[in-house]
């Protein structure tokens, strides 16, 4: 066992130890969910946006073994202190599949905040993947702490209408479809996955078409949002980007006018992931720290089935 495995093992044994004893937690079922409702509807200065929690992604879960959050509950008075939602998904990566737990709205009351690593401590028994694409700022070292890996995750949101590309030999070989028929038949089974999964949520699915038949259709899963006071249609998912991308400036263009958006945002950990359509002055881009737990180093590196999908943020 690495020195690092046994200084989180010596971390985690030491805060079970500081955790009151009037302190549990409590998984929040599909049944029990207006439970959790009902408490944050009472809250004031949540720090984000309550919205009406939501079922996993997929079907056929046991909530109970995967709740839809957790509760702190006081016991000693019975009051509920804290709320953490959990969201789960099965995912498939390298033909291996996988449980993945993304840890959206957060909530401790003041006076338990010292105590809010309890809500990691049963997660951490379960074998998924774990991460959060919206971590407070002042718990990201308890993340580490933990055995989470603390990644960047780069935001950009770009002036997507690219003149000279109007111009362009191929402007016009690439043409959009946002048909539900013609977008599902044309999905290899993995995306026809991503697609059915997302398609009850508010998301936006589409492909882009080469007339000339050289490229397979590219899947594009996206959401208009504001941001920075601005419309903006955030890209969660591109199917074939390395194919695509030499053509991103005549795509872009074409995105932005189909949607009637003059500015697209992407989340993304490399460079090489960018769909790049313009130059970096008509371009900002800011950095978010993203936590996460491997599972066999098993990594999640996208913002599909996660709280990007189910809430404006």
Not at 138 to 156: A, C, E, H
Not at 216 to 227: E, R
Request: net charge positive; proline share 3%; glycine share 2%.
């Amino acid at each position: 066992m690495s020195s690092k495995i046994i200084s989180q093992k010596n971390y985690i044994d030491k805060i079970k130890k500081i955790i009151p004893k009037n302190l549990i937690i409590e998984g929040i079922s599909d049944k029990k969910i207006h439970i959790a409702s009902k408490y944050l509807k009472s809250r004031k200065k949540l720090g984000f946006n309550f919205i009406k929690l939501s079922s996993h992604f997929g079907d056929n879960w046991n909530y109970e073994k995967y709740p839809i959050g957790n509760i702190m509950r006081n016991t000693n008075n019975n009051a509920i202190v804290g709320f953490m939602a959990t969201i789960y998904s099965r995912r498939q990566i390298n033909n291996k599949k996988f449980v993945c737990c993304n840890l959206a709205q957060f909530y401790v009351e003041k006076e338990f905040r010292m105590f809010a690593y309890a809500f990691f401590l049963p997660l951490l028994n379960k074998k998924i993947i774990i991460y959060s694409h919206t971590p407070k700022i002042s718990i990201v070292s308890i993340y580490k702490k933990l055995g989470f890996d603390i990644k960047i995750m780069k935001y950009t949101v770009g002036f997507s209408i690219n003149a000279n590309s109007i111009f362009s030999k191929n402007y016009k070989r690439f043409v959009i479809s946002d048909h539900d028929k013609e977008v599902e038949n044309a999905l290899n089974a993995q995306d026809r996955r991503i697609y059915q999964d997302h398609k009850k949520y508010n998301c936006i699915h589409f492909i882009i078409l080469d007339k000339k038949k050289i490229l397979k259709p590219c899947y594009i899963v996206a959401k208009k949002v504001k941001k920075y006071r601005m419309g903006v249609l955030d890209i969660l998912y591109i199917s074939n980007l390395e194919a695509f991308n030499q053509y991103s400036p005549e795509i872009s263009t074409k995105i932005s006018l189909f949607f009637n958006k003059i500015f697209i945002g992407q989340r993304y950990f490399h460079e090489k992931e960018k769909f790049k359509y313009n130059p970096s002055f008509l371009t900002k881009t800011v950095d978010k720290f993203f936590p996460i737990k491997s599972f066999n180093n098993y990594y999640i590196f996208d913002t599909l089935y996660s709280d990007h999908v189910l809430f404006d943020i």
